[in-house]
């Protein structure tokens, strides 16, 4: 069966939807909310209203865009957690209304898996199994990806997810948000040796990031009780520390995972695989340790409703449908 699934994305504060037929996207419509930048993060409430003013705009502009009418539709796929539960509320009411409407069954996503699943988007496509590193504003994992729909994640984040730490250290350096690719632009121009920042030790292959948060905080208080003008003297310098420091405790962990695990197929999804620093370190320890590397397109890296399709696809070809009756869950697992 050749599927076509609208699918919709807005576990934050993106605004998505996407039409797939067969495995291939046909449109993927994106709206963003800048009514956040004043308060240096995402307000829940007013992402919420923000979802309710794009989504219809957003749905009719994907079916256009894909030239698929309403009723050439087969299922209507929705993000169902994590994230926050006003968003998540939007896209799931709009999902369940338009398939009751449309007498089409529902596909629940869950949103990390997502991110794993935007690898099969375009070409190259990861060869199962493969360890995939999921890293984004919300969440830090490692996860062993055995099929399409067997994923086990084997390692993650034991406090804050290494997206919050590089918009929060944005922040202390009073850099508006979001600041993570701003640290990754002056990161470019810095030496990434000029600061030392501790890394927290952690078991197995899980993650801290809220100590070097704290000690990134001292540090910038500290140097600016010497030199009021450190931070805009040193910008590029921290930015480039920060970032390697960063990058260093997600790679030395993916790289254990990679070894304990014997595999050297390795993918990295979510909004933080698109800072520049983690890709080139990335391929430079694929070629020490022998990896083939997979990296979604930049589009599909940050929350897109392409991703919900894709996994939409697998889901329906599964049989895996849900009822009217599910309800948004912000800490939905695997």
């Not at 419509?29 to 989504?55: F, K, M, T």
């Not at 990806?145 to 009073?174: C, N, P, W, Y």
Request: net charge negative; proline share 5%; charged share 15%.
């Amino acid at each position: 069966m050749t599927p076509t699934i609208l699918a919709i994305e807005s576990s934050c504060d993106e605004t998505s939807a996407a039409v797939i037929r067969s495995g291939c996207i046909l449109s993927n419509v994106v709206a963003n909310q800048d009514v956040h930048l004043r308060y240096g993060g995402v307000v829940p409430e007013l992402a919420s209203r923000a979802h309710q003013q794009h989504i219809v705009p957003v749905v009719a502009q994907a079916l256009q865009e894909a030239g698929v009418a309403k009723a050439e539709l087969q299922a209507v796929a929705f993000t169902r957690g994590p994230g926050l539960l006003g968003s998540l509320l939007v896209g799931a009411s709009f999902a369940k209304a338009l398939g009751l409407g449309l007498g089409l069954p529902l596909i629940e996503v869950q949103h990390m898996m997502a991110h794993v699943l935007a690898h099969f988007i375009d070409e190259p496509r990861p060869n199962f199994p493969f360890l995939c590193l999921t890293v984004s504003g919300g969440h830090t994992q490692i996860v062993l990806v055995r099929s399409h729909l067997d994923m086990e994640i084997i390692g993650q984040t034991q406090d804050d997810a290494v997206g919050e730490a590089f918009d929060k250290t944005a922040k202390l350096l009073g850099l508006p948000y979001p600041g993570g690719p701003l640290i990754d632009q002056y990161a470019q121009q810095g030496n990434p040796t000029a600061f030392a920042f501790p890394e927290v030790s952690t078991p197995g292959l899980d993650f801290s990031f809220s100590g070097l948060k704290t000690a990134f905080l001292y540090f910038v208080q500290e140097q600016v009780k010497k030199s009021p003008n450190f931070v805009q003297e040193n910008l590029a310098d921290i930015c480039a520390s920060i970032q390697y420091t960063l990058v260093k405790v997600l790679l030395n962990k993916l790289r254990r995972a990679a070894r304990e695990q014997q595999i050297r197929e390795i993918a990295i999804a979510g909004g933080v695989s698109a800072n520049s620093g983690l890709r080139a370190a990335l391929h430079q320890m694929a070629e020490r340790e022998g990896w083939q590397v997979y990296v979604p397109a930049f589009q599909y890296c940050t929350d897109n409703a392409a991703m919900i399709a894709m996994a939409a696809h697998y889901k329906f070809l599964a049989g895996q449908f849900t009822s009217q009756e599910v309800s948004p869950l912000p800490r939905m697992a695997f």
